[in-house]
């Protein structure tokens, strides 16, 4: 049996990956849990359910104290850290935006192994966190990424010419002016169901442009040889591409329990984690390159890869700001990246600085928060 932390249990990763463990009795112990505390009667619920020992929330501590006599609450914006460094065999981070890098730090200072969920962990300090990792000690939960990592099984490392990433293309794959686009159409994505933020992404194809910079990081993949495509059904989830001409693919259905269940039942494969693919069924699959004037983010985020230090960093905080206020309604869809932009453009300068912990990534992050408010201002100014 696996003791394993879930960290963002209330969310839509941690909330499949409890179904997952409820479904295989005896594979898991669940041992920690954590969540922002806005939905503290699921929280409960959950920590009740899977007889859960340690529980981390950043809100409404003392309500679900008062409900889990005997269970240790642990409060704050470092809960998530402080759980992620319970010594167990898996920690699944699942937190949704830079505050879980703290926590993917915590997991594997303690040796965890990590199944990672968390994007911004390698998109604002790839380096620095690859650098604290052993072999195979990080596991992707990423759709894409963990489509590669079984992909690369087909041959060895050094045979390996390409990495091509599936996109769905989000909501505006075929819509050529994106100006008028509202909140509602951003959020209603074609083929998954997802929070506000990695909607919108989506719909920017940001949320491509970060999992560009973790396969960069994951696999050691210069970003020259890191493309991605358009392919609308999300049955295809990455490709490998070989020195001589094979290209490796990965298909299952789009659901995520798949990949989580890879992740954490490493290195062995979890029976019946979903559904396979039906072909008694007529498939049709399409691909179809991205447009890049029309989605730039893709083409900014390998340049402030290849540049590196903490561009990333900024690309992603300044994306962060931007996003929030066009959920608020306050700037155009087609402003995001325009506010993205002329932040790293602003902030990046000739020689960006490394790297080196975790102060270094919440300085870079403020700076660019600040500025990319700044720049907003300007604009609707």
Known sequence: MSDLVILGSTGSIGIQALELVSANPGKFQIVGITSAGNNPTLLIEQAKKFNVGVVGTIHNAELIREALPGVTVIDGKDSAAHVASITCDVVLNAISGSIGLAATVGALKVGNRLALANKESLVAAGDFVMSLASQNQIIP??????????????????????????????????????????????????TWTMGPVISVNSATLVNKSHEIIEAHHLYAMPYSQIDAVIHPQSVIHSMVEFLDGATIAQASPPNMKGPIAYAINWPDRLKSATAAMDWKQSHTWNFEPIDHERFPAIELAKRCGELGGGLPAIFNAANEVAVHAFLKGS???TSIMECVEKTVMQLGGSTPSPIRDLSDVS???????????????????
């Open 141 to 190: 939960v990423d759709s894409e990424h963990s489509a590669l990592w079984q992909c690369l099984m087909a041959g060895k490392r050094n045979e390996v010419s390409k990495f091509v990433l599936t996109a769905s293309g989000g909501p505006f794959r075929e819509r050529k002016d994106l100006t008028s686009v509202t909140v509602d159409e951003a959020l209603a994505h074609p």
């Open 331 to 333: 700037i155009p869809f």
């Open 363 to 381: 300085a870079i992050e403020q700076d660019a928060q600040s500025l990319a408010q700044e720049v907003l201002q300007r604009m609707v100014s």
